[in-house]
């Protein structure tokens, strides 16, 4: 079973519209029912946006921990207020209370006080989702606002797609990784077979496309490239694939700038599906020729 994750250094690059389509070409050929998908990208999630899934099963995802005081047992000596250094516990109303916000569970609240009126409770920190797409299994998941270990719950969602995938023995787990180079990326990228870099030809694109390759090298994954909107800046392009060119990094494919792109997101769904003879769709499918047979060695291409 291979794991291909597909990654950006910055979120907007069209990296959840690529994973869909990669989606949509595999349920077209001959790795139909052979292939599990999730959405690792769990800060902001819209795979399912595209893919319309049915929901299955849904579970509370429990994070970190926060401070919560005892009213009937506080007598109110500001202990607890006196060791917080993050701010977090005031005194209003003759009470002292805890905002769960600013808490960062170092538990120093609970250590002091006196009258062991504070304890440690779990929070509810985002919900997991099992669901059916028209082009197979999903697993994804949304993190609530302000709230951390979204690589906790990045480890989930892989590890779930990963065990049906081994237990259905599934050919291939298609992952739509986080942006960035931070927790959540590290913990998408473990144990992933190859990653595709979804680059933009700008400054900022060129610039984060650097640091997530790093992050890639870093844990022993091999990553290829493919930059998306290549025709509007031609020079970013011919940079990039100078740069992949001289660090030994295959730049499998140009996607062009394609407004079929944004209706087929409107429309809730995978472009090639939406118009597969569109610039951007017979781009994509090249991309799709090229690295997935090759990284599960399948000789057959998309029909």
């Not at 007598?75 to 607890?80: A, I, L, R, V």
């Not at 006196?114 to 304890?119: D, E, G, L, R, V």
């Not at 429309?267 to 994509?284: D, M, Y």
């Amino acid at each position: 079973m291979k794991q291909l994750i597909i990654l950006s250094g910055k979120g907007g690059t069209g990296k959840t519209s690529i994973t869909a389509a990669f989606a949509h070409l595999t349920a077209q050929s001959e790795l139909a029912g052979k292939v599990i998908l999730a959405d690792a990208d769990v800060d902001a999630a819209n795979l399912e946006l595209v893919l319309q899934p049915k929901l299955i099963e849904q579970q509370d995802f429990k994070g970190g921990k926060v401070a919560v005081i005892n009213q009937n047992t506080c007598t109110s000596c500001g202990n607890c207020e006196t060791v917080c250094r993050f701010d977090a516990i005031n005194y209003a109303d003759g009470l002292y209370v805890i905002d769960p916000i600013a808490c960062d569970g170092c538990a120093a609240c609970v250590y002091q006080c006196p009258t062991q009126s504070i304890a440690m409770q779990e929070q509810i920190a985002g919900k997991f989702y099992f669901s059916e797409s028209r082009y197979g299994p999903l697993y994804h998941a949304n993190l609530f606002p302000g709230q951390e270990n979204s690589g906790k719950l990045v480890t989930l969602v892989k590890q779930r797609a990963r065990l049906q995938a081994l237990d259905e023995n599934r050919e291939l787990v298609i992952v739509d990784g986080p942006p960035g180079i931070g927790c959540p990326v590290i913990s998408a990228v473990s144990g992933a077979s190859l990653a595709l870099i979804v680059a933009e030809p700008t400054v900022a694109g060129v610039h984060d496309m650097h640091r997530v390759l790093q992050t890639v090298k870093h844990f022993g994954v091999r990553a290829v490239v493919c930059i998306n909107k290549a025709d509007i800046y031609p020079s970013g392009a011919d940079e990039i694939e100078a740069f992949c060119r001289e660090s030994g990094i295959e730049t499998v494919g140009k996607i062009p700038f394609d407004l079929t792109v944004a209706s087929a997101m409107v429309a809730g769904e995978a472009v090639t599906a939406f118009r597969p003879e569109s610039a951007s769709s017979v781009a994509i499918t090249q991309i799709w020729e090229k690295i997935i047979p090759s990284l599960i060695n399948l000789e057959s291409k998309v029909s």
